[in-house]
């Protein structure tokens, strides 16, 4: 009798456990998905961009996952440039538009955050307006320096369909978007909500190989409200980057072209605009191996994947007053603080002494420092040198310094008013060697997201005299930012890449901003050894209206709590 008690109690319990499981996987079952969707332009055959799906000009109907179209065959509209001019393969391709010509995609019923590029590499004989549920997104004329038009609006969506149309202009082409979504519609009979947080963390990683040069990675989907997957590589099991990003519901992947004999590592994230889910487990194979794959054990946060030195930072700026930031400071978890000591001249001495100053009290209060010196003026190698002789030995400014950035920006005539050769081999070479010898440590200037630039910079000998080498990414989507830190990550490989100011450049509404930075700031992590936020005060830039505190002093809302949480 006390055994089949037992045993009857252990089945009523097994019971209650399956009725607990099967409650809250039907409960993740009824939550909206955040939508979101990246097309590009381009015709049958051309290249893809990672994160998006090519439109080769087919009528609206169902495929790769999404349903979108044009009201009628567009296929023999469609170009691809091949252009040297043009910054990566979404600019490069495009769809010529007529008066008539429309394009759509099903939605869910809300509002989103529509970002569209148009132009031509090769032309600018055209008058750019495009327009997103009526409302005008695009509307500008290229020009033979710039050849590109680009805009972002947040509109409302009540039928099912986001169209694309012409809103006036001439020849207009449309070469990507980017759709975003920020908040859903749902009628009065629908009790239905939405769960505004990352998708369930995907499981059971392994691997297994499919050629001498090529793995095949498994793992278990756990959400039904992901947007998709992005697969991180390592070839030493601590350092990964980004491989790819999937679509929703995806459970392998193959990754080809590699070594045959080498070691490779492994793991996987879920997500959506809310951010990523936790990493699964770390696995890893050597290809052309019949061995099974080794795992380690999982990553329970998107923190874990951080670089052991990651160092969380923020912009301050110039002449603040550390005493009433410093509380606030501590409050969001900063760690580090990025001041500006701008020059009107490198033979100035005078107007260092307060930022020096406010380098010491943020030292003495905890943080770390970076310490950026910009001038416009061109120097030679030896007023460069002559400077930072000086400022190194200035009463305790060695100590407090832990970086010393130079420059800001020298593509851009109003922060430098020479060449990125001169800047290189003039005021970075003059800095390096001076700072070099005292035991200092050298962030170069970080560029805004021109590959042009950032290459001529190199190609001028940037990486021999830094330690550090930098990037300022501001993009208007969380794919286009990703892709930009990759690209800038392989053209500086040798040094470790920092972000002395990053976020995005957006006019959309704050609560997909918000969304947005959850979204990247793992990505960040894992793929800079540093990254500053652009900025503690809200400033009238496009990215500085994302500012943490407004100038009364009050928190600005949603991103200083979104802030505070994503550094956590």
Known sequence: MKKMLSKLSRKIRRSNDDRRVNHFEKLEERQLMSFSAHINFAPSGAAGYSGYINDTGATYASRNGQTYGWNTSMSANMRDRNSSRSKDQRYDTLAQMSSSSSWGIAVPNGTYSVHIVSGDASYTDSSYKLAAEGQTVVSGTPTSTNHWIEGTKSVTVSDGRLTITTAGGSNNKIDFIDITQSSTSTSSSTSTSTIASPPAAPTSLSLSSASSTSIKLTWKDNSTRETGYKVYRSTDGSSFSLLTTLGANTTTYTNTGLTSGKKYYYKVTAYNSYGNSAYTNTASLTSGSSSTSTSSGSTSSPSGVADAG?????????????STKIPILRDLGVESVRIWMGLTAWSNRWSAANTFANARAYKAAGFKVTLLTTCSKVPTYSEAKAYFDWAVTQSGVASAVDYWEIGNEPNISSYFSGSLSQYVQQELRGAYDSLHAHGEKVIGAG???????????KNAGYLNYVDYANIHPYDTSVSGQEQTILDIKSMFAGKPLVATEWNFQLSS?????????????????????????FNYNVISTPAGFAGVINSDGSKHQPFYDTFKSMIA
Not at 448 to 457: I, L, P, V, Y
Not at 525 to 533: G, I, K, P, R
């Open 310 to 322: 990651f160092l969380k930072g923020i912009n301050i700026g110039e002449g603040d007053n550390p």
């Open 447 to 457: 560029l805004t997201a021109s590959r042009t630039s950032n290459q001529t910079m």
């Open 509 to 533: 509404s704050n609560t997909s901003w918000s969304s947005m930075l959850k979204t990247i700031y793992p990505f960040i992590q894992q793929n800079l050894s540093m990254a500053y936020y």
